[in-house]
């Protein structure tokens, strides 16, 4: 199968995942699990940033429409998919990622990077997005809270789709 069609179902995969099976998953009204950013977490290396872009954007305003959120989730998407390209270069090596038809993941990153490289982007999205959701710093405490649970949650969650479903399958 190629990398397209790969990426397109898991794009579907993710939105269905998050929409009909983990917005239903409230705890107690401050975890919120996202894992549906995994798709700009592990498109290929080489990925030029304007598509890269593209892809957040589509991702973010997929949600969106889903979710009612007016572009929050949109918003988030497309920082992340502009910062991505940042961190991987901050995380690499000296002499770089092997990136000839390779995407971040534990076999091409390795399993401390690439969780280092997970918990960096979702905390990212998740303090934007739950920020704009809030709207403001009234509750403090309590978005802080909201962070740093659903960063904690989605991180692992993102961390268990990778070691159940893509590592196992790049070579």
Same mark, same amino acid.
């Given at each position: 199968? &190629? ?7 898991? $794009? ?11 917005? /239903?998953?409230?705890?107690? *009204? ?31 305003? +997929?949600?969106?429409? $889903? ?33 000839? *038809? ?10 401390? *990077? ?8 979702? &905390? ?6 739950? +920020?704009?959701?809030? $709207? ?13 649970? &659903?960063?904690?949650? &989605? ?14 399958? /790049?070579?």
């Amino acid at each position: 199968m &190629s990398e397209l069609l790969k990426n397109i179902f898991r $794009f579907i995969l993710l939105i269905l995942l998050q929409v009909f099976v983990l917005n /239903r998953i409230l705890i107690h *009204q401050i975890v919120n699990p996202y894992i549906y950013m995994v798709f700009i977490l592990v498109l290929p290396f080489r990925i030029q940033r304007p598509l890269l872009i593209l892809c957040g954007l589509a991702l973010g305003l +997929t949600m969106d429409a $889903f979710m009612n959120t007016m572009g929050m989730h949109a918003i988030a998407c497309v920082l992340i998919a502009y910062l991505r390209p940042f961190i991987i270069n901050i995380l690499a090596p000296q002499g770089g990622f092997e990136m000839v *038809q390779k995407a971040p993941s534990f076999r091409t990153m390795g399993v401390a *990077q690439f969780s280092v490289y997970t918990l960096i982007l979702v &905390s990212i999205h998740h303090v934007v997005y739950f +920020t704009l959701e809030v $709207f403001g710093f009234a509750g403090f405490f309590y978005l802080l809270l909201k962070i740093l649970l &659903s960063v904690m949650v &989605s991180t692992g969650l993102i961390l268990l789709y990778e070691m159940l479903f893509v590592s196992r399958r /790049r070579g």
